[in-house]
């Protein structure tokens, strides 16, 4: 057996799925070493572009000795995906195929993700752990908000909850109101959805007389597909009594279950056995080490399909340093702060939406709906914040209105150290989504 169990807290017992955690770090570092050289050796032998980067830098598969010889290969990106549409970077002949996974394909044409039977088995596995980690059990009810279908998020966390064994319903998206009746009249212990989706499923539960800690049974929130703050976990924690995780994952290195996060939310582990990570300097591409913050890059040591080599990802981060208190050797990254290509530059400052959410949550009567727009006058960035309060509070006298916005502008501007001109609005007059959320419009 290539590992086994260490030692974790008594009170929180481990599920057998989630031995791999607590690998012993010499074990997983080997174990590593001999799955990036396999991995490396397949792509070079059926993956033209990059056999063609390799040769490029005179790089050949029996050059990789240890892992930090990863840095002698070439990155991928989304791009190339839709560069060798659709098939272009597959490492396995068709019959090995069993499923095709696609991004949504807003811009261009989607990207295609072939998976084999293995790539499916794994992807099942990596969810159960990540399920795991979260405290899901076999007596758990589970209701699976995310999208079903070419997306990735539906079925990945349907097939891990098949396999921790809880009953899952299959939901999907839409009808908001059937979503309520069904959470209540199955008896729904955890639920998987975007954040922003569950804080409208909040507001109209609300608007229905729901009362999530009495009235329903959840206890567990499996929240991903877009970044949200620890502000955010407190809003919806405090609303609903529940614990809120966060699930990570894209289409092109599996969908969710590369990373969670325990019960001690001190970042997310990585499944570091099938996902290896680095973070490097979005600029210059160096490769930097554990505790600095930079882009998150993963390959996929054991996917057969469409493996991806060093795939930047965009998403800001960092490797943690420390181990958590859980015991897990698996190492963490700090919960993903923003992407490299949704960044703003305003008015020559880097702002991020998710810095912004994190001032403005800050701030006890705002509710966690907002929307950015910038603009342009003249040669001069315009910051505009609209964010939903209370009713009570905009019936507020008018000094008070202008203090909490004042308060508000303060908060984001000790962030982002740009001000902004922050709009109250009303309850529910803000977009609101089943799906990804588009928090931003930039009119310049």
């Known amino acids: 057996m290539f590992y086994q169990e260490c030692a974790h807290d008594e009170n929180t017992p481990v599920h057998p799925v989630s031995a791999p955690d607590y690998m012993p770090m010499d074990q997983l570092r080997a174990l590593q070493l001999h799955r990036l050289q396999g991995l490396v050796k397949r792509v070079y032998e059926n993956v033209p572009l990059t056999r063609k980067r390799m040769d490029e830098r005179k790089v050949k598969p029996e050059h990789i000795k240890s892992l930090k010889d990863i840095s002698l290969l070439p990155f991928s990106v989304k791009t190339d995906l839709r560069d060798e549409y659709p098939f272009g970077l597959f490492a396995s002949p068709m019959n090995d195929i069993v499923r095709f996974h696609c991004s949504s394909g807003t811009t261009g044409k989607p990207i295609v993700i072939g998976n084999t039977k293995n790539d499916i088995d794994l992807w099942q596995q990596a969810c159960m752990r990540a399920l795991a980690m979260c405290g899901v059990r076999s007596s758990d009810v589970m209701q699976v908000t995310y999208g079903y279908g070419l997306f990735t998020g539906g079925l990945g966390l349907h097939y891990g909850g098949e396999g921790i064994g809880c009953a899952v319903l299959p939901i999907s998206g839409g009808n908001t109101e059937r979503q309520l009746m069904m959470m209540l009249d199955m008896g729904v212990t955890v639920i998987a959805c975007t954040p922003s989706y569950f804080l409208h499923l909040i507001d109209e539960g609300h608007k229905r007389g729901i009362d999530f800690r009495k009235d329903t049974k959840l206890k567990h929130g499996i929240f991903g597909a ?186 984001v501007q000790h962030i982002i150290n740009i001000s902004a001109t922050i709009t109250l609005v009303e309850p529910h007059s803000l977009p609101r989504s089943e799906g990804k959320l588009c928090r931003v419009k930039d009119m310049r």
């Open 226 to 411: 877009e970044p949200w703050t620890e502000e955010m976990r407190t809003k919806i924690e405090n609303a609903t009594g529940i614990i809120a995780h966060d699930i990570y994952g894209l289409t092109e290195i599996c969908g969710p279950g590369v990373a969670n996060d325990c019960r001690f939310h001190n970042g997310l582990h990585i499944f570091e056995d099938h996902f290896y990570p680095e973070i490097i300097d979005p600029e210059t591409q160096e490769t930097l080490p554990d505790g600095e913050a930079g882009e998150l890059v993963f390959t996929t040591l054991t996917r057969t399909g469409t493996p991806m080599l060093r795939y930047r990802t965009r998403d800001i981060s960092r490797i943690n340093t420390k181990p958590c208190q859980c015991g897990r050797t698996i190492r963490t990254f700090e919960r993903i702060s923003a992407r490299s290509d949704d960044m703003l530059i305003i008015r020559g400052v880097n702002v991020f939406p998710s810095q912004i959410e994190s001032g403005l949550l800050k701030i006890d009567k705002v509710l966690p709906h907002y929307m950015i727009y910038v603009s342009r006058e003249g040669d001069l960035d315009k910051l505009e914040i609209q964010v939903e309060v209370t009713s009570e509070t905009l019936s507020d006298k008018i000094k008070t209105l202008e203090k909490l916005r004042s308060e508000i502008a303060q908060s």
